[in-house]
């Protein structure tokens, strides 16, 4: 087989021909963002970096041209929309009130913004006092028990507390009995004694106690029992509060009579006078017997 001629190299110029690059659009280094590159750490992840920036990234301009109309003149923007009246006010008599919220105050703040306790401070001797709380005789209730100034019939002072006896047979306190603070919120003063229907015709006081009596003859102790002063042989030291009943702040002496059967009989001892002195506490019955009790004379009626 015959051998193929060979070409001159200058005969194969003409056919191949030189490859121009691509003709890329201008672009702007301010209508483009730049390009930030994450470094990598392997070689896999430059690979991949390698063919990102080989895909071409659309270029987006930073300013929009506006739309042209066929005269060439641009088109307007949109009218903006017209603002809407708004609605009047209200009259403040037809607005609804809000109401007022409190401020939170610590418990201190609201301690030491409290009133006072004690708001009547004046002495009780020679003054007007409200009308004593209703109270129950018989069947009946007693309401409109003066306490005025003109019945003041008997007053004891000590260094602690002051002791008022009325016509009427009630007796008020003021200061501290023995320990026991008397008075409430709203006056300095307490009722100790009030039974209409056996009355306080005497009274004597010690130091730190009260002793009455009553038209019926029996004896009340009020005050501190430290000494034994009140006549109760139970709980020694037990301050008889003018809160408790009559019956718990009365004092009993139980004689023994022998009857004319041969039978003894137990009676309540009658008391026609009292007399007190620091912290002892004296009595004397309708029969001349004399009674002690307290410092140094023991802690009952003997």
Not at 42 to 53: C, V
Request: net charge positive; with cysteine; charged share 25%.
């Amino acid at each position: 087989m015959p051998a193929r001629p060979r070409l001159p190299v200058s005969a194969l110029e003409p056919l191949t021909a030189t490859r121009q690059p691509t003709p890329q659009p201008p672009s702007d280094a301010s209508d483009s963002e730049p390009e930030f590159q994450v470094p990598s750490t392997s070689a896999a992840s430059d690979r991949s970096n390698r063919k990102r920036r080989q895909v071409a990234q659309p270029v987006i301009p930073a300013h929009r041209p506006r739309p042209m109309t066929p005269a060439g003149n641009p088109i307007p923007a949109p009218a903006a929309p017209a603002e809407l009246p708004q609605a009047e006010a209200a009259p403040a008599e037809h607005q609804p009130t809000q109401p007022e919220v409190a401020p939170i105050r610590s418990r201190r703040q609201a301690r030491r913004r409290q009133p006072a306790k004690i708001v009547d401070t004046a002495d009780i001797k020679g003054r007007d006092l409200p009308d004593a709380p209703p109270t129950v005789v018989g069947l009946h209730v007693l309401v409109g028990q003066k306490l005025a100034k003109a019945d003041q019939k008997q007053i004891i002072r000590r260094p602690d507390f002051t002791a008022i006896r009325y016509g009427n047979g009630l007796v008020v306190a003021q200061g501290n009995l023995g320990g026991i603070k008397l008075g409430n919120h709203e006056r300095n003063w307490e009722l100790i004694y009030n039974d209409p229907a056996d009355p306080i015709v005497a009274m004597d006081a010690g130091y730190e106690h009260l002793l009455l009596l009553s038209l019926k003859g029996r004896l009340f102790t009020i005050g501190s029992n430290a000494q034994g002063q009140l006549g109760s042989s139970r709980r020694q030291g037990l301050q008889r509060r003018c809160q408790t009943t009559l019956v718990s702040i009365r004092r009993t002496v139980l004689l023994k009579r022998k009857m004319p059967n041969g039978k003894v009989k137990k009676e309540h001892a009658i008391f026609r006078s009292i007399s007190a002195a620091g912290n002892t506490s004296s009595a004397i019955t309708v029969e001349d017997d004399i009674y002690h009790c307290g410092d140094g004379l023991g802690p009952v009626f003997a």
